[in-house]
């Protein structure tokens, strides 16, 4: 499968933005789909996944409250959207799969497929 996130941009402390992760090739619906984060000069983490059918997620706690992780399986997306948005969000955002019968990790090394990432900047 191919990953493309889109959505990010330059906002204020305190807005909101919602990311998309589009695939193609096989449906995403096989798939855990995972959101990473890397900032400049740090190590990529983890923000949250969600299971193939979309029963199950999982946020690092930073973001647990703010950011809310969805897929629409039907039209092959995934969303973050994050809510209050605060200046150590800022990161480059990336969508990551897995396939669905491992279910979710927040490892990054455990996701075999990346997108190219998109830029969240949160200006204060």
């Known amino acids: 499968v191919q990953l493309q996130a889109s959505g990010g941009g330059l906002v204020e402390a305190g807005a909101s933005m919602r990311l998309s992760c589009g695939g193609s090739?096989?449906?995403?619906?096989?798939?855990?789909v995972g959101w990473f984060r890397q900032a400049p000069g740090k190590e990529r983490e983890f923000v949250a996944a969600i299971d193939s059918p979309g029963d199950n997620t999982r946020y690092r706690e930073s973001v647990k409250g703010r950011f809310f992780v969805s897929r629409d399986n039907a039209r092959n997306t995934g969303h973050l959207q994050m809510n209050g948005l605060k200046p150590e969000d800022t990161a480059i955002y990336y969508c990551a799969a897995r396939r669905a019968y491992l279910g979710i990790t927040d490892m990054s090394r455990g996701y075999d497929y990346w997108g190219k990432g998109t830029l969240v900047t949160v200006s204060s």
């Open positions: 090739g096989p449906p995403l619906s096989s798939y855990v």
